[in-house]
């Protein structure tokens, strides 16, 4: 599958998506995909007894929605409510409330919730 294949990053939009392998926290080899325009990843998958990148494929593919709907940080409320703020830095997303005090923070976004519990 090319990146052309994958849906773009949901974060930044960016179409530079890729297969990425890394050794996580607890030191086993996994499979994502991950974005090249923010760094973000996708659900990383434990090769076992098969390949794991057509597992972190499907996960990139079935996700819920398409894009997160940033709006400039002017608009942004300055309270304690929890935020997912765009570092212009870092090109990455990054979470916690707005006080108006970071000129590298350009867009907000809702925190998005987590996954549905089973």
């Known amino acids: 599958m090319t990146a052309l294949d994958l849906k773009?990053?949901?974060?930044?939009g960016s179409k530079r998506v890729r297969i990425?392998?890394?050794?996580?926290?607890?030191?086993?080899?996994?499979f994502a995909v991950g974005c090249e325009g923010?760094?973000?990843?996708?659900?990383?998958?434990?090769?076992?007894?098969d390949d794991a990148r057509?597992?972190?494929?499907?996960?990139w593919q079935t996700r819920t929605?398409?894009?997160i709907p940033w709006l400039p940080i002017d608009l942004a409320p300055q309270s304690s409510r929890r935020l997912m703020l765009w570092d212009s830095v870092s090109k990455r997303p990054v979470f916690g409330s707005w006080r108006?005090?970071?000129?590298?923070?350009t867009?907000?976004?809702a925190e998005p919730a987590g996954p549905d519990a089973a």
């Open 8 to 12: 773009p990053c949901p974060f930044c």
């Open 20 to 30: 990425v392998e890394f050794v996580d926290g607890d030191g086993d080899r996994v």
């Open 38 to 49: 923010c760094g973000c990843n996708g659900t990383p998958h434990i090769p076992l007894m």
């Open 54 to 59: 057509p597992a972190a494929i499907a996960s």
């Open 65 to 67: 929605g398409t894009s």
């Open 100 to 105: 108006g005090d970071n000129p590298a923070i």
């Open 107 to 109: 867009h907000y976004a």
